[in-house]
């Protein structure tokens, strides 16, 4: 009877103190936010995402462990905020140190041309910028004139003039109907799959290229066919 007297203290012991460590560390991360800035929740920097990873593992790896308390807990979290404040206060002071540690964007497409030089700097694909474009309700590359790659992963786009948005109203044109872009050549390879899904051949293919001054399909860094807007071709 006793043991189990002493088990349910020792529970109310641990629950008090568990308690007291979420309640501490959940207004002083609110204050931290407060401190520090709001772009620590958005992630705008690689160096931002770290330190709200950081942050959120220092409470929580502290929370479930008995041996640590409170003003461990605090200082641990107080030491990282101040090292970020600085940090932020350099990377305002000096171009340098901002360009080093918050990072700068970098232009993957320029003039309607992805720079493939960029892309692998970047340690990216073709595939990725593509998927980042559809995100970014891009579906096509021809229609972008810019594409910068922002320093927290996202992309931002400057599409060219006759693809920029504007409404049917304006002009009180009829509807079209909508159709995907289907990349048929990446990286000098023949997607046989997307060819086939459009109805074409390899023969059409070539002829279509042809008629872009280009005779060897290894030439081709990406090939686009969009119904209605004919064959967009990059080489390399």
């Known amino acids: 009877m006793t043991g189990y007297i002493s088990d349910r203290s020792n529970q109310n012991v641990n629950l008090q103190h568990l308690t007291l460590e979420l309640v501490t560390g959940f207004f002083y ?6 401190f520090i800035g709001r772009k620590v929740i958005n992630q705008i920097t690689p160096f931002t995402f770290i330190t709200s990873t950081v942050l959120s593992e220092l409470l929580g790896n502290a929370l479930y462990d008995k041996k640590v308390s409170v003003g461990y807990i605090l200082y641990a979290m107080t030491l990282w905020a101040l090292l970020l ?10 171009l340098v140190f901002r360009g080093f540690f918050q990072g700068k964007p970098s232009a993957l497409i320029k003039n309607g041309v992805v720079d493939r030089d960029a892309l692998k700097k970047n340690r990216m694909n073709l595939n990725q910028l593509q998927s980042l474009l559809r ?50 050549i990446r990286d000098g390879k023949v997607l046989k799959d997307e060819l086939t899904d459009i109805g074409y051949d390899e023969a059409w293919l070539k002829n279509q290229l042809s008629l872009q001054n280009v005779t060897n399909l ?19």
């Open 29 to 34: 991360m609110f204050v931290i936010i407060m």
């Open 85 to 94: 404040f600085v940090i932020e206060y350099l990377g305002r002071k000096s």
């Open 135 to 184: 995100q970014s309700e891009t579906f096509s590359i021809r229609e972008v004139a810019y594409c910068y790659l922002e320093p927290n992963g996202s992309i931002s786009i400057l599409k060219k003039p006759p693809y920029q948005k504007t409404t049917l109203e304006d002009f009180k044109l009829p509807g079209k109907p909508a159709y995907v872009p289907v990349t048929l």
């Open 218 to 236: 290894k030439d081709v860094f990406i090939a686009e066919w969009l119904e209605g807007d004919g064959i967009f071709v990059q080489t390399y």
